[in-house]
C-alpha cells in the first residue's frame, strides 16, 4: 500500500501534472472573464445594434405553462413552468466559445511564431567524407587519416584557377 502511495505522489508531482492542474485552473479563470464580457460587453452591444434586443430572454414557448403566456422574460416562462426553446442562451453560449476559440487561436499562433524565432539555423558541419575511401575526416583536414589521400581543398571565390598543374590526389608521372 505504501508502494501504491508512493507511485501516486511520484506521478502528481511531475511536472506535466503541475502544469495541466495550473492551466486548468487559469482556464476554469478565464472562462468567468469570457462569460462577463459576452453577457455585459457583447450581448448589449449587439442587442443594441439590431434595435435594442436582449439576448438573455429570446426564447420561443413551445407549450405554455400553468399560467398562460405572454411571458416577457424567459425566467417567467421558467417559474409558470412552461417549456421553452431557449435561442438566446444558445447565442450566448455561440458568442462564449467564438471569443475562447480566437483567443486561443491568438495564443497559439503566438507560441508558433515564438518557436519559428527560436529556431537556429543548422551548425556548419565540422567533418566531411574522403571523396576516396569515404571515411569521416575533419573538415579542415588537408589529408585522409584512412588512406592518406590528399584531400581537395573547398575553391576560394577570388583564388587564381591554375589548369596547369595535376590534381594532388594523382601522381604526376614524373619520377
Known amino acids: 500500500m505504501a508502494k501504491f502511495f508512493q507511485e501516486f505522489r511520484e506521478f502528481a508531482v511531475k511536472g506535466n501534472v503541475i502544469d495541466m492542474a495550473v492551466g486548468i485552473i487559469i482556464g476554469g479563470a478565464f472562462t468567468l472573464i469570457v462569460q462577463s464580457l459576452v453577457a455585459d460587453v457583447m450581448n448589449p452591444l449587439i442587442g443594441l445594434l439590431v434595435g435594442g434586443v436582449d439576448f438573455s430572454n429570446l426564447f420561443v414557448v413551445l407549450r405554455p405553462g400553468t399560467v398562460a403566456g405572454p411571458y416577457t422574460t424567459l425566467a417567467d416562462a421558467q417559474a409558470a413552468g412552461a417549456v421553452t426553446l431557449n435561442l438566446g442562451l444558445f447565442l450566448n453560449a455561440v458568442v462564449s466559445f467564438t471569443i475562447v476559440a480566437f483567443v486561443v487561436f491568438l495564443l ?3 507560441i508558433n511564431r ?6 537556429v539555423s543548422p551548425a556548419s558541419p565540422t567533418e566531411k567524407p574522403c571523396p576516396y575511401c569515404l571515411m569521416v ?3 579542415k583536414a588537408t589529408r585522409c ?3 592518406t589521400a590528399t584531400l581537395p581543398q573547398p575553391a576560394v571565390a577570388e583564388a587564381p584557377i ?7 590526389h594523382m601522381p604526376s608521372g614524373k619520377s
Open 162 to 168: 591554375d589548369n596547369t598543374s595535376t590534381p594532388q
Open 137 to 139: 575526416v575533419p573538415i
Open 114 to 119: 515564438l518557436k519559428r524565432e527560436e529556431a
Open 108 to 110: 497559439v499562433r503566438t
Open 145 to 147: 587519416g584512412h588512406c
